[in-house]
């Protein structure tokens, strides 16, 4: 059986989990470095015009990227055992609807959009929310039990529908296609064309990277007005659950399926070969990315642009002589992640400039190209890591939270708020936010409840997939 790749699933279990922690800290009284760059604190208002970038808004690029490098990962034995284009399609399809699904069904189960003052019936239906999610994306039973879990699977499905029908909502408009949540419905987008595009460019990375300036083409063109590219960009058969709109994270999720691609050609699906601690000869190698990383962010905060280039150089110069020396010459993978990371990585600073400085939302094209070479270097830092033994614990958790990032997603939302209501203990849970130390220990800790179930039911096997 083939194994997963340790650095690819700390990637995202790093991800997942910062996204917890960015929406359980405090609310309005720590550091503006701690929220999305354009909400501020203290009163959150959004400002779509104030640039910079913090650690909160690398978080949903490094997923994007995780996934992207997931899919040629995924289809790599089904290729070799021939599989079709249409069986592609229609796993890609499947994938996309299931997710959508899951977008709609996990917002409306919410106790808080239920009701604008949600009681214990609330808090119970969330719960029971977590419940038919899980018997809908997962069969605990194994396979010995394949019927047993598709008769349960369908009805998780039928009742998580009838629940949604049934109930008034706060807004009392009922359920809509249009309340969803928008993380998830990009994410859907993304698995959807992202794992298209890979399939038709499989046998040329070139033609998957080709594909890009037609997709910025009609972002640009299509503002103007009464042109084709226009009528493009605004078209959609289903808005609730496409726009073109979202195919701009394919900035990112690309760059991550060539990722994907050379973890295969240097066989690195297993992991780091055991070889690699007498090639790396230092923790040089993870320090230097971590420190880029670090430097970006800081400097496209405080905006302190020239610095952040200057200096962004100088490391990319110190990690190129590094990954030149003898002892890691045939590196070939990390070479290619270096490369690509500093190639994007400085393309995005050359564009910083352009759309009034890097923005998260809007979107902007430095913002595309700066997360997605900071991620290659992320994945470097959690390689180095790996290959450490002394740090291969800190690599297993980020890794076993990444294998089960749905049930990480709402876990906070359908289990652990409602069980804080029912036994009484938001009150002083929420009194934490009264302190900046408290304020962030608070989200520590909501993380690591939800880390705990997350690990939990990787241990059990309880996966829950698309």
Known sequence: MQQRNQSLDALRGFAILAMVLSSSIAFGILPAWMYHAQEPPPSHAFIPTHPGISWVDLVFPFFLFSMGAAIPLAFHKKIKNGISFSTVFLIAAKRFVLLTFFALFTLHARAGIMSSSPQVFHYLLSMAAFVLIFFQFCNPFGPAYKKTGIVLQVLAFLLAIIMMYVLPYK????????????????????????????????????????????????????????????????WSPVPWMYKFYYLKYLFIITPGTLAGEWMLEDGENSGPREDMNTKIHSWWIPILCLGLVI??????????????????IAIIIALHFLLKAKDVKDMKMIKHFFIAGAYLLLLGLFFEGFEGGVKKDPSTYSYYFITAGLAFFMFLIFNGLQVAKSMKHVIDFLAMNGRNPMVA?????????PLLHLSGTMPAFMAMDHNVITGFIKGC??????????????????????
């Open 409 to 417: 997603y709402v876990t906070g939302n359908l289990l652990l708020i």
């Open 295 to 312: 430097l970006n962010v800081v400097c496209l905060f405080y905006r302190y642009l020239l610095l952040d280039l200057f200096c962004s």
């Open 445 to 466: 800790l909501f993380t690591g409840i939800v880390s705990m179930v997350t690990v939990f039911t990787v241990k059990k096997k309880w996966f829950w997939k698309t």
């Open 171 to 234: 807004d009392g408009n009922g359920f809509s296609l249009y309340k969803s949540d928008i993380i998830i419905i990009v994410l859907a987008n993304m698995a959807f064309f992202g794992t298209l595009a890979w399939w038709f460019t499989r046998k040329n990375l070139w033609a998957r990277l080709l594909i890009l300036p037609f997709v910025m083409a009609v972002f640009l063109s299509g503002k103007e007005v009464g042109t084709w590219t226009e009528i493009l960009f605004n």
